[in-house]
């Protein structure tokens, strides 16, 4: 029997076309040389941020988040019975155990924002369903969606989402009012998931902790899946509190890592890149992988501003072409200097497994598995005595110290031994009385 709340996430099931319809590439940028340099950057800003690269990784995310809604469905709507008695009903109340929240989680950049973006571009498009043949059709929806980024209040923030939802808000209301108009509202409409990105904003200030928790709390009770989007800060923090609150808010954690070196998804990523301008970068998505992965540590805001970076160092210097020898030189300039920081700390953390910034360190608990082969890769770089710019500029200070003295005393070791010529000594005349005296008058002659 046909069940028009579960057969509309049919396509989802398809593996590759979750991966084609995913992924995004903007179209092509050509003639940057015609603008101002400072132009042109921003142009390749603006169309760099919009590439989208599904991986192997968004995928199976997609792919889970997709499964996830049409479980939900199947269970919430069984049969048009089921739906109408809810419609009718006085009130929902749903019931702790049907309540679940999906915390997306990794380091800045990674693309968090981005995944959630391409959910909604999979969902379902808005249809109509005929639940009773003595009823219109109802609203089909499958995602609400809701970008927080500014310190609010709960009233504020259920508001913002009854205006979303299309629901009139009385001039006199609280939030448990609220509240169950967009629990009906979300059932009446079909919805499954509550998408809610950019949360990270509100994390400021000494009782901000206590306010983010009270946010999700109160959008996970609207009954559909809440998935939201958090940088490991606030990660961190939701894991500092109460063993209730952690329960429900990082009962499910899926963790965006950057890729593997030798990840062909990440030559994907780079290929990608370098096909916004295609007439900009000459650079070999092959052979310069394993370089731009030192440079970046994978992550894709960090090589977009790289590449940026590249290309104002290129237009400096006259010309309109951007090289691998002008991306290393980007690697160590002022404008990359945050991202180059960040770049240190992921290497450093890889190499020892040990967490050097709490902002980019995903506790371990939230990982599947952990690849050994980067840090193999990372801990060979290290040690050879290749000194190219990419290598020396990923060292710490310390680390640059280090190498430092064991170059010097490798060099002193390897010095060719000194030749050193003896002179032969001038055989003395001896003294006598006559020789003295014969000093004694050449002395006033000459001093005197």
Not at 41 to 49: E, G, M, Y
Not at 75 to 83: A, G, I, N, S, V
Not at 124 to 142: C, G, N
Not at 363 to 376: C, F, G, R
Request: a positive charge.
């Amino acid at each position: 029997m046909k069940n028009a709340w579960v057969d509309r996430f049919e396509l989802l099931r398809d593996c590759d076309s979750v991966q084609r319809r995913a992924s995004y590439f903007p179209e092509p940028l050509h003639g940057l040389e015609a603008l101002r340099p400072a132009a042109a950057a921003i142009s390749l800003r603006d169309a760099l941020s919009e590439v989208f690269v599904c991986t192997g990784q968004h995928k199976k995310i997609l792919t889970d988040l997709a499964e996830q809604a049409t479980q939900f469905s199947a269970l919430r709507y069984p049969d048009c019975k089921t739906f109408m008695d809810a419609v009718h009903a006085p009130s929902l109340e749903i019931s702790e155990g049907r309540l679940l929240a999906v915390c997306l989680t990794g380091l800045a950049g990674v693309g968090k924002s981005a995944i959630l973006k391409a959910l909604g571009r999979l969902m379902p498009k808005s249809s109509e369903v005929k639940a009773h043949p003595d009823y219109s059709p109802f609203p089909l929806e499958s995602l609400w969606a809701i970008t927080i980024d500014t310190a609010q209040g709960e009233l504020a923030l259920l508001k913002a989402l009854c205006r979303r939802a299309g629901i009139q808000i009385p001039p006199r209301t609280d939030t448990s009012e609220l509240k169950q108009a967009l629990i009906r509202r979300a059932h009446r409409n079909g919805v499954t998931i509550l998408r809610v990105d950019e949360f990270q904003f509100v994390n400021q200030g000494g009782s901000a902790n206590a306010k983010v928790t009270r946010f999700l709390l109160l959008l996970r009770e609207l009954g559909i899946i809440l998935v939201y989007s958090a940088n490991c800060s606030l990660l961190h923090r939701l894991g500092t509190r109460n063993n209730e609150d952690r329960h429900r808010l990082l009962q499910s954690v899926i963790a965006l890592l950057p890729e593997e070196a030798a990840s062909p998804w990440w030559k994907t990523q780079i290929e990608a890149f370098c096909a916004v301008a295609p007439d900009v970068f000459r650079l070999d998505p092959i052979k310069d992988a394993e370089k731009l992965w030192f440079l970046t540590a994978a992550v894709p805001r960090h090589l977009r501003e790289l590449l940026i970076a590249a290309y104002e160092i290129a237009r400096s210097g006259g010309r309109t072409v951007v090289e691998v020898g002008d991306v290393q030189l980007a690697y160590s300039c002022p404008a990359y200097s945050m991202f180059r920081l960040d770049t240190e700390a992921i290497h450093a953390q890889n190499m020892t497994g040990e967490m050097v910034r709490k902002d980019l360190w995903v506790p371990p608990q939230y990982l599947e598995s952990k690849s050994t082969a980067s840090k193999a890769m990372l801990e060979k770089a290290h040690h050879e005595a290749d000194a190219t710019t990419y290598l020396f500029e990923a060292l710490t200070v310390r680390e640059r110290q280090a190498l430092g003295d064991v170059s010097r005393a490798v060099a002193i070791d390897q010095r060719p031994a000194e030749q050193r010529v003896t002179p032969m000594r001038k055989k003395k005349n001896p003294r006598t009385a006559a020789s003295l005296a014969q000093g004694d008058q050449l002395f006033r002659k000459e001093c005197l």
